[in-house]
């Protein structure tokens, strides 16, 4: 009787070691902390490529910046929303100042982004961070 019910341990052990793999590198890509940027504050000042976008695990948007074009990621978007920046409300072409900290790949041109300004309107979307 005990070798009926051990020949499923190993099966049930393949299953969960797949369901992790599976999904972790899943919740891994989909995470922006914030060891993957620089401790130093920086900031920028561009026009904004694309509107920003609510959607995914992190609010988003472009914007150009010396002829080069730089990604924005803001917090999840529903603190992004909560600080007053929806999709819409900054229109594309607007120049815009994202303050936060630069990816520490120095080819990697990316600001986790802790206030955007734009047309005298600071959206503070990590205002635990000041």
């Known amino acids: 009787m005990q070798k009926q019910s051990t020949r499923w341990l190993v099966p049930m ?9 599976i999904l972790s590198p899943h919740r891994v890509l989909a995470h922006h902390g914030w060891g993957g940027y620089l ?3 920086f900031e920028i000042t561009g026009t904004l490529e694309t509107p920003v976008s609510l959607a ?3 609010a988003t948007a472009k914007m150009r910046v010396d002829g080069k074009v730089w990604d924005v990621v803001l917090a999840p978007g529903t603190r992004t929303e909560r600080a007053g920046l929806k999709e819409g ?6 120049q815009v100042t994202a303050s936060g900290h630069r990816h ?4 990697k041109l ?5 206030r955007l300004s734009w047309n005298g309107k600071v959206f503070n979307v990590y ?4």
């Open 56 to 58: 995914g695990p992190h």
């Open 127 to 130: 205002p635990d961070r000041d």
């Open 104 to 107: 520490r790949d120095a080819n």
């Open 13 to 21: 052990a393949a299953l969960a070691v797949l369901s992790v793999t």
């Open 39 to 41: 401790d130093q504050q």
């Open 89 to 94: 409300v900054i229109p594309k072409g607007a």
């Open 110 to 114: 990316e600001i986790k982004t802790e």
